[in-house]
């Protein structure tokens, strides 16, 4: 499936700016607010985007931008088309405003999309460029996705849970996970065992331990930097946790397994 890719950047305005498809947006656009605030208006409805909203037009909607006079506004924006991105687009609902986070690890796939389209054209490898284009739809219909809230879990709680995946093999403390969610630290206890059903730091050994495993299985590390690299931080500790919860030592286990 191809994709075009006609634009892609970072836009910082500091003197106002308009710009408006009347008779409809050419492409698919992706707006991502990361600083100030402008106004937008899609299918005749006004919206004021703030830092994490991100927009999403399909090709055929009105669309106008504001930032007014006075006003401060940045942005990561993109531009495309194909039919990877319309078969994309048809599988799920797009809603034209969500709020996301901010996450690194989504704009540094901007900025790399943004870096291969600087390039001059007998340098751009559009193979590359188009898997790192589907890499960021996915990476930003998840991060809708989990602004909405589900029958599985708050969006708080997500937002935990991610931070928790992404720290679980190196030092984190509780501390760490209700700042991250902006909750004190017994309200984020408390909700984060009531609707996962174990708490941070069970959830945490549970990443830690398949982490292990993956290694034990895949490579030919030692135990104790398997220990050391999945966040138990000495071998006895992982040896303890490993035997309780799969009732033999890690040892044996991998003998056994592999």
Not at 13 to 22: F, L
Request: with cysteine; net charge positive; charged share 25%.
């Amino acid at each position: 499936m191809t994709t075009k890719i006609f634009f892609c950047g970072y836009s910082y305005h500091t003197n106002g700016y308009h710009s408006q498809y009347k008779t409809g947006y050419p492409a698919y656009l992706f707006r991502l607010q990361t600083e100030g605030l402008c106004e937008v208006v899609v299918k005749g409805r006004k919206n004021e985007l703030k830092k994490g909203d991100l927009l999403f037009i399909k090709p055929g909607d009105h669309y106008e931008l504001l930032v007014k006079e006075g006003q401060n506004s940045g942005d990561y924006h993109l531009g495309c088309e194909g039919a990877w991105i319309d078969e994309w687009w048809s599988r799920s609902e797009k809603p034209a405003v969500s709020r996301i986070d901010l996450d690194e690890k989504l704009l540094n796939l901007w900025r790399h999309i943004m870096i291969e389209k600087r390039r001059p054209s007998s340098s751009q490898n559009e193979e590359l460029t188009g898997y790192l284009l589907q890499a960021l739809c996915i990476s930003l219909e998840r991060a809708v996705n989990e602004t909405v809230p589900s029958s599985h879990h708050p969006y708080t709680v997500t937002r935990m849970m991610r931070y928790i995946e992404e720290h679980a093999t190196r030092a984190f403390k509780v501390e760490d996970v209700a700042g991250h969610a902006g909750l004190s630290v017994s309200r984020s206890v408390h909700l984060f065992k009531s609707s996962v059903g174990k708490t941070m730091m069970e959830y945490a050994q549970e990443i830690r331990l398949s982490a292990a495993i993956e290694r034990m299985k895949y490579t030919t590390m030692t135990l104790e930097q398997i220990a050391v690299e999945c966040g138990f931080g000495t071998y006895p500790y992982f040896h303890k946790v490993f035997k309780k919860k799969y009732g033999q030592a890690p040892g044996s286990y991998r003998r056994q397994e592999y």
